[in-house]
């Protein structure tokens, strides 16, 4: 009966877009269950005339990226129905100018890159900034083509995901429907309980939950599943870049859980990496710890980089050093005297203070 109750959810959600202003309801169930082989979600899928529609389903064992499933929507919209320059688009969208560089650079190689730093006094000012973004080209792009997502065991998604679908609940749009699928008994990331809450109350209050009943017998291989159970590829590069990615996006609590699932694997599995990528894990974990305010163990991972040094191509490798050390000593001193966290000009005298 789930598979009926939960494919109603879908075609009353479907059906209102562009004629409700708030679409957005969440859909829970008991015990695991799968999406993939609706009849409705291919039906939809096939049928893309008036509506652009789109699903993901979450594991319970693998690592959810930063704004998914949204940003790969916003990228594949973008391709089909509008094309030309994708940073454009964001000027058009009002993306902040410091994260257009980010969003273009995954847009065209999948990879993040950004020239200028985070502050940490600025994270939650920035982290704002790209949810509205990440909202702001979605709404735009459903001006275009109207947009139907269902996302399937929702309470796995990173924080950023989640506090998207909070910021498209209090901000709606007619032309956005969303299905957010739950399974009641396999809860989320302690990182994200108080935006669920919000959430939860917010779609209460309009009563946008259904209770869909239970897909079957309780099944063993469900559970909240801790940070060293969840799967990674084995392939190092692809995983640090892929916490690397999450960082730039600044959900730096789904970065630190990506490295803190590498960091299992090379600690207690006696797993292989390469020195390169291990000198690259390092500082992209130090850089997600500092943007935590997590200092010491900032410093900690700084000296693990610099032991991996090479001492025939030194200079550039040392440098990077130094700035972590020095960024990581900068916001040390001023957490302990909260009145002094501001901007502080990094110039060239205080990082040769800072390393001698």
């Known amino acids: 009966m789930i598979e009926k109750y939960y494919s109603g959810v879908i075609e009353q959600i479907y059906n209102r877009i562009g004629k409700e202003t708030r679409n957005i309801v969440m859909a829970n169930y008991s015990n695991d269950f799968s999406i993939e082989n609706l009849e409705v979600i ?5 049928n893309e005339d008036n509506v652009f529609f789109a699903y993901s389903e979450f ?17 594949n919209m973008h391709r089909r129905f509008i094309g030309g320059s994708f940073d454009d688009f964001q000027k058009e969208c009002g993306v902040y100018y410091l994260h257009r560089q980010v969003l273009n ?9 950004r020239e200028e730093t985070v502050l940490l006094n ?19 792009l459903s001006e275009v083509k109207p947009l139907m997502i269902v996302i399937n065991r929702f309470q796995m998604a990173s924080k950023s995901s989640i506090e998207t679908i909070k910021y498209l609940i209090d901000n709606p749009c007619a032309n956005i429907g969303i299905v957010l699928g739950v399974n009641a008994i396999v809860k989320g990331t302690d990182s994200t309980v108080e935006v669920w809450d919000r959430i939860v109350e917010s779609l209460e209050d309009r009563s946008a939950i259904y209770y869909i009943g239970s897909a079957g017998p309780l099944k063993n291989n469900v559970k909240t599943t801790n940070d060293d159970e969840l799967y990674i590829t084995m392939n190092f590069e692809q995983s640090i870049q892929e916490a690397s990615n999450i960082m730039e996006f600044l959900d730096f609590e789904q970065a630190r859980r990506g490295c803190r699932i590498i960091e299992h ?11 390169k990528s291990l000198r690259r894990f390092y500082m992209v974990y130090a850089r997600t710890s ?8 900032a410093i900690e991972l700084t000296n ?7 001492e025939n191509d030194s200079e550039h490798y040392l440098s990077l050093y130094y ?4 960024t990581c000593y900068m916001y040390q001193a001023s957490l302990r005297r909260p009145e002094t966290v501001q901007r502080v000009p990094m110039t060239m005298q205080f990082w040769q203070r800072m390393t001698h």
Not at 323 to 326: A, E, P, R, S, Y
């Open 105 to 113: 650079s995954y847009y065209e190689t999948g990879e993040c890159f």
């Open 42 to 46: 291919r039906r939809y899928q096939s």
């Open 323 to 326: 700035f972590m050390k020095g």
């Open 265 to 275: 694997k090379l600690k207690f599995e006696d797993a292989w990496i390469d020195e």
């Open 59 to 75: 594991s319970y064992n693998t690592l959810v990226g930063a704004y998914e499933p949204f940003l790969d929507i916003i990228c």
């Open 122 to 140: 600025e994270v939650a000012y920035e982290q704002r900034r790209m949810t509205m973004a990440i909202a702001d080209m979605l709404k735009k």
């Open 290 to 297: 500092v943007l935590l305010g997590e200092m010491s163990k």
């Open 304 to 310: 693990e980089y610099k032991a991996l040094i090479p």
